[in-house]
């Protein structure tokens, strides 16, 4: 659960061609990316794309669970959505909604920057609740963050990252 008192950042920039926008209930735009197979395969474990009710109720318990954050690459001198993340102590769920963009270390970049909130908060760790066995680009994400396989699920595994000893 966000942390009480704690209020989540407008704009998160993770560097100069990235940054992440706060939340604000518009995201139509993202419908497109749930309607992909091998999308939802890499978020949910099934290949069934959402309808408008399910992203719907996605985001909503995003939201309410954590700081969820629209990912953004500067595009010009705007900004345009590629993907969404949602950032809390126990997990860090996050979808490069653009595929021809997986693969160029954008959800690395990504995690350390929420890393380094995670420190502003004084999180003394911070966990990913569960990575599918299959999902090998988001495995290898979170490990060269720093993150650690803990424990295994009969899909996946939970990752931590301890930030204080």
């Known amino acids: 659960m966000p942390i009480s008192g704690v209020v989540q950042p407008d704009i998160l920039v993770v560097d100069e061609e990235l940054r992440l ?43 309410e669970h954590g700081e969820l954050y629209f990912i953004e690459i500067k595009d010009g001198d705007t900004y345009r959505p590629i993907g969404d993340v949602t950032f809390w102590q126990e997990d860090m769920p996050i979808v490069v909604g653009e595929k021809n963009l997986r693969g ?20 003394p760790q911070i966990f990913v609740d569960e990575i ?9 994400c979170f490990e060269s963050a720093g993150f650690v396989a803990y424990e295994t699920t009969d899909k996946g595994k939970r990752y931590r990252k301890i930030l204080s000893e």
């Open 21 to 63: 926008r706060k939340f604000d209930g518009n995201y139509d735009f993202a419908f497109d990316w749930y309607q992909d197979p091998e999308t939802v395969k890499l978020v949910d474990g099934v290949d069934q794309p959402y309808d408008r009710e399910k992203l719907d109720r996605m985001y909503r318990y995003l939201n």
């Open 104 to 123: 160029k270390k954008i959800g690395r970049r990504v995690v350390g920057a929420l890393i380094k909130h995670a420190k502003e908060l004084h999180y």
């Open 132 to 140: 599918y066995h299959y999902n090998i680009g988001s495995q290898k």
